[in-house]
């Protein structure tokens, strides 16, 4: 709900679709579809792989090639056992904060549908003051399905189906809206967007430039090692998310300074190329957006890391998007970090010149 008399900024019907999309890593079969719907109409060429990555191709003719990735696998749940009286017990996909879990309502995708579950473990009632400080163990907490029995429960769930928070796109303030999975469908958008927009756009580009859409980020940056590997950039940039640190309860000193609304983050460290990172920068001084800087003293934890690795090396950038309450069922964005960072990068690729390789 919106606060009295404000009008909501509507998001781009594309990045709707893509946070209303349920895909755990290994499972991103609804975001694939619509990434397929968007992107495969206006590519030159259009791919798909293995390991579940989309790959979209634009100026297929051009040189360098620039590699645009952002992930779009989501954290998850999946079953793993189904005990007599119904109660669906499960093991975490990607890295969740395991004092939250409880509580939520869930949706599991199914080969017949979805099924609707609730998350449970024992009240607060019911514990002793030392269990109350306890952080529950993953075997200790349930999905509850309202099934009477282990029978019905197999009717309507298998072992090996996956399941996601189900909490759905919320706008706060005219600019601000809460999603369960910003991380990283808004990076995902952005890498696709881009590629959309250079398409209708009428000015000749020198570089080849490939979007991917990457799967299993969550549990090792998978999608990005083959992908990497398959496209073979001379330039690649990630797009993920980042921390926003404008919030009580973080220690600037330990964590940097981003906000929300303050523009996309540009990363400095060694996981990074000088010269991209410069290039990035030139671009957002000369578009007049804002933008942050991030410094990063060990290979991040996005796709970058795998990314500036593969065959001979890539000249590899990171352009996270500030967001609040990661890895939680309601994150946080500003619409405009999101759009400034589309900007930023159909500029850059607008800019990549014939020889450009990041060599220095």
């Given at each position: 709900m919106l606060l009295a008399n404000m009008t909501a900024i509507k998001p781009p019907e594309f990045l709707k679709a893509l946070l209303e999309a349920r895909?755990?890593?290994?499972?991103?079969?609804?975001?694939?579809?619509?990434?397929?719907?968007?992107?495969?109409?206006?590519?030159?060429?259009?791919?798909?792989?293995?390991?579940?990555?989309?790959?979209?191709t634009l100026n297929a003719k051009g040189s360098p090639t620039l590699m645009l990735a952002g992930h779009m696998d989501e954290l998850g749940f999946i079953i793993r056992y189904i005990d007599e009286k119904g109660f669906l017990y499960f093991d975490t996909i990607g890295g969740h904060d395991l004092t939250i879990i409880s509580g939520r309502r869930v949706s599991i995708l199914t080969a017949?549908?979805?099924?609707?579950?609730?998350?449970?473990?024992?009240?607060?009632?019911?514990?002793?003051?030392?269990?109350?400080?306890?952080v529950p163990k993953i075997h200790e907490l349930w999905i509850d399905i309202g099934a009477k029995d282990k029978k019905e429960a197999e009717k309507r769930v298998s072992i090996g189906d996956v399941a996601v928070y189900d909490h759905g796109y919320t706008q706060l303030t005219e600019k601000i809206a809460a999603a369960r999975a910003f991380d990283n469908r808004s990076g995902c958008y952005v890498v696709c967007e881009v590629l959309r927009r250079l398409a209708k756009s009428k000015k000749k580009l020198a570089t080849k430039v490939v979007s991917v859409a990457t799967a299993q980020e969550e549990i090792g940056t998978r999608g990005a090692i083959t992908s990497g590997y398959s496209v073979n950039p001379d330039i690649a940039i990630a797009v993920d998310?980042?921390?926003?640190?404008?919030?009580p309860d973080c220690d600037k000193k330990k964590f940097g300074e981003f906000k929300l609304g303050g523009g996309p983050i540009l990363c400095r460290g060694p996981n990074i190329n000088p010269i991209v990172f410069k290039k990035l920068e030139d671009c957002a001084k000369?578009?007049?957006?804002?933008?942050?800087?991030?410094?990063?003293?060990?290979?991040?934890?996005?796709?970058?890391?795998?990314?500036?690795?593969?065959?001979a090396g890539v000249a590899t950038a990171l352009v996270s998007l500030p967001l609040r309450y990661m890895h939680t069922?309601?994150?946080?964005?500003h619409l405009d970090d999101i759009e400034h960072a589309v900007q930023l990068l159909v500029r850059f690729a607008q800019s990549v010149k014939k020889g450009d390789n990041g060599a220095w």
């Open positions: 895909s755990p890593s290994g499972y991103e079969h609804e975001v694939q579809a619509v990434v397929d719907k968007h992107l495969k109409p206006i590519a030159d060429s259009y791919e798909k792989d293995a390991i579940g990555n989309r790959i979209a017949k549908g979805e099924v609707l579950g609730v998350t449970g473990k024992r009240a607060v009632h019911l514990m002793s003051p030392e269990d109350r400080k306890k998310v980042g921390h926003a640190t404008d919030h000369a578009l007049k957006i804002p933008y942050q800087i991030e410094a990063e003293a060990r290979p991040t934890g996005t796709d970058a890391r795998s990314i500036q690795m593969a065959r069922p309601s994150e946080l964005m």
